[in-house]
């Protein structure tokens, strides 16, 4: 059973950095595809970055430059920096692992709140 557990989130000021953790039990990232996705207060889950197993990544436009994944397989963890965060970043950022066979379901961790005041 894949166990994902996010921690890293806050307070932060505009302009300044976080950085999350994911940690997972189960599975191990480097055999799957995996990211970032967040939601914000009244909408809806919106997605952030997907890392492939073989460590590409595509990212969201709207933090293209300013946060980079990445992951510690010797300790199958993998991380969001977030750098010249903006008052638009506030949400609930949640990991996730993606299933490699048919439905490919996704698991997802508990969330942590990142908020960016102006």
């Known amino acids: 059973q894949v166990q994902l557990v996010e921690s890293g989130g806050g307070l932060v000021q505009s302009g300044g950095s976080l950085r999350l953790s994911c940690a997972a039990s189960?599975?191990?990232?480097?055999?799957?595809?995996a990211g970032w996705s967040r939601q914000a207060p009244g909408k809806q889950r919106e997605f952030v970055v997907r890392?492939?197993?073989?460590?590409?990544?595509t990212y969201a436009d709207s933090v293209k430059g300013r946060f980079t994944m990445s992951r510690d397989e010797a300790k199958n963890t993998m991380y969001l920096t977030m750098d010249s965060l903006e008052p638009e970043d506030t949400a609930v950022y949640y990991c996730?692992?993606?299933?490699?066979?048919?439905?490919?379901?996704?698991?997802w961790g508990q969330g942590t709140q990142v908020t960016v005041s102006s």
């Open positions: 189960g599975s191990r990232f480097s055999d799957h595809a």
């Open positions: 890392m492939r197993s073989e460590g590409s990544a």
């Open positions: 996730f692992l993606t299933d490699n066979n048919w439905p490919y379901d996704d698991h």
